[in-house]
């Protein structure tokens, strides 16, 4: 009798747990993720007027499999100085959330670089510093020479070390890295 | 509770002696169920007060005795003393067999029978309690790196996951004390989550031979139990203190049980890890630190013909990971691999920062065994597991406080089991299993989720059967089955459901809503998986045995397999599934040749695993994103075999004096694409000196040294990646495995017994004496930071 109730039980939680088990399809939430950077704006305006030079990359998939779309609104003028602005967004969120006032609020965390490739004959400055001082690099200005053409990259560090002296011992994690094909007429 | 000892005349010899007090009493204390020879039993005689203990071969003998009646006392650790009449009128001879399944402390019971095999003719391996405790600081995946053929997959140091004959994660089922652990094992980041403190016993079988736990282990399976707790009233415990000089940290461990004469036993169990900083040969090792906690409650009823056992359990680790290993893509890779030592290195701390992990383990049981005459043993378990992960990364903004991946895996797992002697000769075990598991992946972390919510059902039925033929010949086959539902609700991008040509080949799972630029869809897929064994056993020449065995065993893939789609921050890489995977299958063939002679003993264990649709991640391609490029790593099914031979070996150098020699090697081939496979263990040697005279306070020293081959057979997959700053296209190496190196460690030990009762067992290890740099190719910062620099531990343990 002992053992027969033994086997009941021992079956009965059986069918309790395969039975009881049925969960009802809730739809689940999407994630939009929060701290992806999906574009990145700088411009560049010339120091008393004309007309601004806009380099912009994009790309709406994050980590998706689609590639940036990257785009420069024309080239620059030689022997001119450029007020630079970079601008971040997170253009998944609707309306786009932006990216930079995060970077600006964690200034002591963040900083951009300007590396200028292939004969692009210009120099930068950086214009906006953090709390100690230090670079930071959402403003700068953009000196350009001689007609040439070559690249300009916007690389952006977390938790570099700071204060450094480029990109070579400034360690840290790279947030975004922006090239653009440009040109000084 | 029925007799402890029964006493048996087997044996009495007529040897006339003349009649002075020059009798003897001898014999063998043996073991009721399995006829193991127990050493250590007390023999004593009452009226003379002499007292023995029996050898290593149960053998005893009383000297000096009168022709008279006398009172024999007989005991083992944590019997009941019982007393016998004798009566001496020559030289007598006796065998004394105590029922025996009531033993705790006494490493010597624990070599014994005390657990059971769970394969006959696969090999199996055992480390036994006094290794375990030896290890206290240690991590299961450390533990069992130990046995040759066992490597391990490591993300820095403290996560740790065994790899068994080459294979790993999903393929490598571990069985928690009956239940089977379910803690999203599928990650090569994901380390088991169970703290060794709280077994007493491990044992490995290489191969998916012994169906009763799982049909799916096409590596191996990882059993570890706890021991029976004694049928007297009793109350002992444990206590071990590590402390360790490399990470500054330690372990508490402790341990206490309380059991009576009726068969009502209690336990409770405690351990703390706690651990820095550690540091390389040449530099700390920044955000390396751990913090473990581990509690268990245990309680039921032991009886012969019956019992039950409830019993729950909670571990909690908090891992830091390596600071430096933190990338940000393909060029912060390149900086990372050629910079020569981390990116970060700063000041000793026991903080752990992001990146970490968070993972909370509860497992709740219940178990029960009858015996019945004629049908024989049930066993039935219920078990419930949660599991819940947390993964912190360097986040910005809002965000920085909380993880990046929180994963809640919740299992209900029943498990029924009969194991009956059908005849003299042959042994009969059934079973059926049911598990139900459901996945919820937090969407609060702001991050898409790497694994989606899901639920999933497991039936699973089976059946062994093995016959002995003679005493030297055993036959052994057996079969399964397991069907799985999987039932997903996973958030696709629209690129990649595109992409991959999903949006017309699974149109018609696609859950109607506006997601964005994401897909909502339903995938139910259904797996139905035979497994099957066959094998014999063969004793020669008294001191040889030879097992061989097949086993076929077939997987269904797991969730990352089937569904990663996404940036996988830790590894700074994208990873892709396939939804369209199907099960992997592997015929796996074993040979073992055993012997055990007192001066030379070896096992050799030979053995070929072919595997069909064998499921591997590699890279195909670079992916340009606006964080930068990318190493994009897919899955993709091929066909595998994995070909390998596993050595150990002692040597009686002299008396108390043993040299032991292991070696393995596994060669693993990609077949479709003839080319070696990734992440393969390199071949390794271990040869060590043993000293231990258990007549001197069970002196143990051993000197150990471990050699590691340079793995030479690796697919290429480097790539190159442009750098700005110096315009100049990089050659990312993560293919070249590191050089070969050579480890020499310390071991010692000795006991000391206090009273009665009180037992210290203090040791003092140094491991990586010379301090040399360097790394294993299976351990995944390996580009980033060099392995452990020397340590130091002291181990001190008190029994009571």
Same mark, same amino acid.
């Given at each position: 009798?002992?053992?027969?109730?033994?086997?009941?039980?021992?079956?009965?939680?059986?069918?309790?747990?395969?039975?009881?088990?049925?969960?009802?399809?809730?739809?689940?939430?999407?994630?939009?993720?929060?701290?992806?950077?999906?574009?990145?704006?700088?411009?560049?305006?010339?120091?008393?007027?004309?007309?601004?030079?806009?380099?912009?990359?994009?790309?709406?998939?994050?980590?998706?499999?689609?590639?940036?779309?990257?785009?420069?609104?024309?080239?620059?003028?030689?022997?001119?100085?450029?007020?630079?602005?970079?601008?971040?967004?997170?253009?998944?969120?609707?309306?786009?959330?932006?990216?930079?006032?995060?970077?600006?609020?964690?200034?002591?965390?963040?900083?951009?670089?300007?590396?200028?490739?292939?004969?692009?004959?210009?120099?930068?400055?950086?214009?906006?510093?953090?709390?100690?001082?230090?670079?930071?690099?959402?403003?700068?200005?953009?000196?350009?020479?001689?007609?040439?053409?070559?690249?300009?990259?916007?690389?952006?560090?977390?938790?570099?070390?700071?204060?450094?002296?480029?990109?070579?011992?400034?360690?840290?994690?790279?947030?975004?890295?922006?090239?653009?094909?440009?040109?000084?007429? | 509770?029925?007799?402890?000892?029964?006493?048996?005349?087997?044996?009495?010899?007529?040897?006339?002696?003349?009649?002075?007090?020059?009798?003897?009493?001898?014999?063998?204390?043996?073991?009721?169920?399995?006829?193991?020879?127990?050493?250590?039993?007390?023999?004593?005689?009452?009226?003379?007060?002499?007292?023995?203990?029996?050898?290593?071969?149960?053998?005893?003998?009383?000297?000096?005795?009168?022709?008279?009646?006398?009172?024999?006392?007989?005991?083992?650790?944590?019997?009941?003393?019982?007393?016998?009449?004798?009566?001496?009128?020559?030289?007598?001879?006796?065998?004394?067999?105590?029922?025996?399944?009531?033993?705790?402390?006494?490493?010597?019971?624990?070599?014994?029978?005390?657990?059971?095999?769970?394969?006959?003719?696969?090999?199996?391996?055992?480390?036994?309690?006094?290794?375990?405790?030896?290890?206290?600081?240690?991590?299961?995946?450390?533990?069992?790196?130990?046995?040759?053929?066992?490597?391990?997959?490591?993300?820095?140091?403290?996560?740790?996951?065994?790899?068994?004959?080459?294979?790993?994660?999903?393929?490598?089922?571990?069985?928690?004390?009956?239940?089977?652990?379910?803690?999203?094992?599928?990650?090569?980041?994901?380390?088991?989550?169970?703290?060794?403190?709280?077994?007493?016993?491990?044992?490995?079988?290489?191969?998916?031979?012994?169906?009763?736990?799982?049909?799916?282990?096409?590596?191996?399976?990882?059993?570890?139990?706890?021991?029976?707790?004694?049928?007297?009233?009793?109350?002992?415990?444990?206590?071990?203190?590590?402390?360790?000089?490399?990470?500054?940290?330690?372990?508490?461990?402790?341990?206490?049980?309380?059991?009576?004469?009726?068969?009502?036993?209690?336990?409770?169990?405690?351990?703390?890890?706690?651990?820095?900083?550690?540091?390389?040969?040449?530099?700390?090792?920044?955000?390396?630190?751990?913090?473990?906690?581990?509690?268990?409650?245990?309680?039921?009823?032991?009886?012969?013909?019956?019992?039950?056992?409830?019993?729950?359990?909670?571990?909690?680790?908090?891992?830091?990971?390596?600071?430096?290993?933190?990338?940000?893509?393909?060029?912060?890779?390149?900086?990372?691999?050629?910079?020569?030592?981390?990116?970060?290195?700063?000041?000793?701390?026991?903080?752990?920062?992001?990146?970490?992990?968070?993972?909370?383990?509860?497992?709740?049981?219940?178990?029960?065994?009858?015996?019945?005459?004629?049908?024989?043993?049930?066993?039935?378990?219920?078990?419930?597991?949660?599991?819940?992960?947390?993964?912190?990364?360097?986040?910005?903004?809002?965000?920085?406080?909380?993880?990046?991946?929180?994963?809640?895996?919740?299992?209900?797992?029943?498990?029924?089991?009969?194991?009956?002697?059908?005849?003299?000769?042959?042994?009969?075990?059934?079973?059926?299993?049911?598990?139900?598991?459901?996945?919820?992946?937090?969407?609060?972390?702001?991050?898409?989720?790497?694994?989606?919510?899901?639920?999933?059902?497991?039936?699973?039925?089976?059946?062994?059967?093995?016959?002995?033929?003679?005493?030297?010949?055993?036959?052994?086959?057996?079969?399964?089955?397991?069907?799985?539902?999987?039932?997903?609700?996973?958030?696709?991008?629209?690129?990649?459901?595109?992409?991959?040509?999903?949006?017309?080949?699974?149109?018609?799972?696609?859950?109607?809503?506006?997601?964005?630029?994401?897909?909502?869809?339903?995938?139910?897929?259904?797996?139905?998986?035979?497994?099957?064994?066959?094998?014999?056993?063969?004793?020669?020449?008294?001191?040889?045995?030879?097992?061989?065995?097949?086993?076929?065993?077939?997987?269904?893939?797991?969730?990352?397999?089937?569904?990663?789609?996404?940036?996988?921050?830790?590894?700074?890489?994208?990873?892709?599934?396939?939804?369209?995977?199907?099960?992997?299958?592997?015929?796996?063939?074993?040979?073992?040749?055993?012997?055990?002679?007192?001066?030379?003993? *070896?096992?050799? %264990?030979?053995?070929?695993? #072919? $595997?069909?649709?064998?499921?591997?991640? =590699?890279?195909? !391609? &670079?992916?340009?994103?606006?964080?930068?490029?990318?190493?994009?790593?897919?899955?993709?099914?091929?066909?595998?075999?994995?070909?390998?031979?596993?050595?150990?070996?002692?040597?009686?150098?002299?008396?108390?004096?043993?040299?032991?020699?292991?070696?393995?090697?596994?060669?693993?081939?990609?077949?479709?694409?003839?080319?070696?496979?990734?992440?393969?263990?390199?071949?390794?040697?271990?040869?060590?000196?043993?000293?231990?005279?258990?007549?001197?306070?069970?002196?143990?020293?051993?000197?150990?040294?471990?050699?590691?081959?340079?793995?030479?057979? *690796?697919?290429? %997959?480097?790539?190159?990646? #442009? $750098?700005?700053?110096?315009?100049?296209? =990089?050659?990312? !190496? &993560?293919?070249?495995?590191?050089?070969?190196?050579?480890?020499?460690?310390?071991?010692?030990?000795?006991?000391?017994?206090?009273?009665?009762?009180?037992?210290?067992?203090?040791?003092?290890?140094?491991?990586?004496?010379?301090?040399?740099?360097?790394?294993?190719?299976?351990?995944?910062?390996?580009?980033?930071?060099?392995?452990?620099?020397?340590?130091?531990?002291?181990?001190?343990?008190?029994?009571?």
């Amino acid at each position: 009798m002992k053992n027969l109730k033994f086997l009941t039980l021992a079956f009965l939680s059986l069918f309790c747990v395969t039975s009881c088990s049925d969960d009802d399809d809730v739809v689940p939430a999407p994630v939009n993720e929060e701290e992806v950077i999906t574009t990145l704006i700088a411009t560049l305006t010339p120091d008393g007027g004309g007309t601004a030079i806009v380099l912009k990359t994009q790309d709406l998939d994050g980590d998706g499999s689609d590639a940036p779309v990257v785009t420069v609104s024309g080239a620059f003028q030689a022997n001119t100085v450029y007020n630079g602005v970079i601008k971040l967004l997170n253009e998944t969120e609707d309306p786009a959330e932006d990216i930079t006032e995060e970077v600006e609020d964690e200034d002591d965390e963040h900083q951009f670089f300007y590396t200028i490739g292939g004969g692009f004959n210009a120099t930068t400055t950086y214009t906006s510093f953090d709390d100690d001082g230090d670079n930071l690099g959402t403003t700068f200005t953009l000196n350009t020479g001689a007609v040439s053409t070559g690249t300009l990259t916007f690389p952006l560090r977390h938790e570099p070390k700071k204060p450094n002296t480029g990109l070579v011992d400034a360690g840290g994690e790279t947030d975004i890295e922006a090239t653009f094909n440009v040109a000084i007429q | 509770m029925r007799l402890h000892i029964i006493i048996f005349l087997l044996i009495s010899s007529n040897i006339t002696i003349s009649q002075n007090c020059s009798y003897t009493i001898s014999g063998t204390v043996i073991d009721l169920h399995d006829f193991t020879k127990l050493e250590n039993a007390r023999v004593s005689i009452l009226e003379t007060n002499q007292e023995v203990l029996t050898n290593s071969e149960g053998q005893f003998m009383i000297k000096d005795l009168c022709k008279d009646n006398y009172t024999v006392e007989v005991s083992h650790a944590f019997c009941v003393n019982k007393s016998y009449k004798v009566e001496v009128n020559n030289n007598v001879v006796k065998e004394f067999q105590l029922e025996h399944h009531l033993e705790e402390l006494n490493e010597i019971i624990i070599k014994g029978k005390t657990y059971s095999d769970k394969i006959k003719t696969n090999l199996e391996t055992k480390i036994s309690k006094d290794q375990l405790d030896r290890s206290s600081a240690n991590s299961l995946g450390d533990v069992l790196n130990t046995i040759s053929g066992v490597s391990s997959l490591n993300t820095g140091n403290t996560i740790v996951k065994p790899i068994i004959n080459g294979l790993h994660s999903s393929r490598v089922v571990i069985m928690n004390d009956g239940i089977r652990m379910e803690d999203q094992d599928w990650g090569s980041e994901h380390a088991p989550n169970m703290d060794i403190n709280t077994v007493d016993n491990i044992t490995v079988i290489k191969g998916a031979s012994a169906l009763q736990y799982s049909g799916n282990a096409i590596g191996g399976i990882v059993i570890t139990e706890t021991s029976k707790t004694p049928v007297k009233d009793s109350l002992y415990g444990k206590t071990i203190v590590t402390s360790a000089t490399n990470g500054r940290g330690g372990t508490l461990t402790s341990q206490l049980t309380k059991s009576f004469e009726s068969g009502w036993y209690g336990k409770v169990q405690g351990s703390v890890k706690r651990f820095g900083d550690f540091t390389a040969p040449d530099y700390s090792l920044t955000n390396s630190g751990m913090f473990e906690r581990s509690l268990s409650l245990r309680g039921g009823i032991n009886r012969f013909s019956s019992g039950f056992d409830v019993s729950y359990s909670l571990y909690k680790v908090e891992t830091g990971i390596l600071r430096a290993s933190h990338l940000g893509g393909a060029a912060d890779q390149v900086r990372a691999i050629n910079s020569g030592q981390p990116l970060v290195i700063n000041d000793f701390s026991y903080n752990i920062n992001a990146p970490s992990q968070d993972v909370t383990h509860h497992l709740a049981k219940i178990k029960g065994f009858k015996k019945f005459k004629n049908l024989g043993k049930l066993d039935f378990q219920y078990g419930f597991q949660q599991n819940n992960r947390l993964e912190f990364d360097v986040r910005r903004g809002d965000d920085k406080e909380n993880p990046s991946l929180d994963l809640r895996l919740n299992t209900h797992t029943i498990l029924l089991d009969l194991d009956s002697k059908i005849s003299d000769t042959a042994d009969l075990k059934l079973g059926v299993t049911g598990q139900y598991q459901t996945n919820f992946a937090d969407p609060r972390t702001g991050v898409r989720r790497l694994i989606p919510d899901y639920d999933k059902y497991n039936v699973g039925i089976y059946g062994i059967l093995n016959k002995q033929f003679s005493n030297k010949l055993l036959f052994e086959i057996g079969a399964r089955f397991d069907y799985t539902y999987l039932d997903v609700l996973k958030f696709y991008r629209l690129s990649f459901w595109n992409s991959r040509d999903y949006n017309t080949i699974f149109q018609d799972i696609v859950i109607d809503g506006d997601f964005g630029n994401q897909v909502l869809a339903n995938p139910k897929l259904n797996f139905y998986n035979p497994s099957a064994t066959t094998g014999i056993s063969y004793k020669f020449k008294d001191d040889y045995k030879l097992l061989f065995n097949y086993s076929l065993a077939s997987r269904a893939p797991n969730p990352s397999e089937l569904f990663s789609e996404g940036l996988h921050h830790s590894a700074s890489r994208i990873e892709l599934g396939d939804l369209q995977f199907n099960s992997e299958t592997s015929h796996k063939l074993s040979l073992t040749l055993q012997s055990n002679k007192d001066t030379f003993s *070896f096992t050799v %264990n030979p053995y070929i695993n #072919f $595997i069909r649709d064998f499921i591997i991640i =590699e890279p195909i !391609d &670079v992916r340009q994103t606006i964080r930068g490029n990318f190493q994009v790593w897919e899955y993709r099914q091929t066909n595998a075999q994995l070909l390998g031979v596993d050595i150990n070996s002692a040597f009686n150098l002299a008396e108390n004096l043993t040299f032991n020699h292991q070696f393995s090697l596994v060669k693993g081939q990609d077949i479709s694409r003839d080319e070696a496979l990734i992440s393969m263990p390199a071949a390794s040697t271990t040869n060590a000196v043993i000293y231990n005279k258990k007549k001197l306070n069970n002196l143990y020293l051993k000197l150990q040294s471990d050699y590691v081959f340079e793995q030479n057979e *690796f697919p290429n %997959n480097n790539f190159e990646v #442009f $750098i700005p700053e110096t315009e100049t296209m =990089e050659t990312v !190496d &993560v293919s070249t495995p590191p050089s070969a190196y050579h480890l020499l460690s310390f071991n010692s030990s000795i006991d000391f017994n206090m009273n009665d009762k009180t037992s210290l067992t203090v040791g003092f290890d140094v491991s990586n004496i010379f301090n040399s740099s360097y790394q294993n190719y299976l351990n995944r910062l390996r580009y980033y930071a060099d392995d452990l620099g020397r340590n130091y531990l002291i181990n001190v343990k008190i029994n009571y």
